[in-house]
C-alpha cells in the first residue's frame, strides 16, 4: 500500500482559519485518514496518518509520499513513521508532488 498526505489546506471560517491534512491510499483512491485544526502543527499530520494506520492496520511497511513542509521533515514525524513502519518520501523542490489525482469519471 502506498499512501500520500496532502499538504494541510486552508479553508477560511467565521473565526479564522482551519487547517485540513488527508491522508489517500493511492491504489484504492480511498480516503483513509483526515484531521482538521485551527494551527498548521505536526500534531495535525500525525494526527491524519494515526486514523489512516488504524483504519488500514498494515502488516508490511507503507511509503508516505508527501510536499516539503516542514511538518513532514521534523523528528517527532519522523519518529513517528520509524515507529509505525512507515517510508517517509518526499517530492523534489519545485515539483508538483501533491498533483491532484484522477477522479472516477476520468477512468476509462
Known sequence: MTAEVAAPEKSAKRMGWLYLTVV???YSRAVVGWSMKPTIA???VL???MM??????P?????IHSDQGSHFGSDEF???CNDDHL???MSRWGTAGTMPLP???SAT
Do not use: H
Open 87 to 89: 517510508v517517509p518520501s
Open 78 to 80: 519522523n519518529r513517528w
Open 103 to 105: 477522479n472516477a469519471s
Open 47 to 49: 494526527d491524519a496518518l
Open 59 to 63: 502488516k508490511t511497511p507503507v511509503m
Open 42 to 44: 505536526t500534531e495535525l
Open 24 to 26: 489517500i491510499d493511492l
Open 52 to 57: 489512516a494506520v488504524w483504519r488500514r492496520r
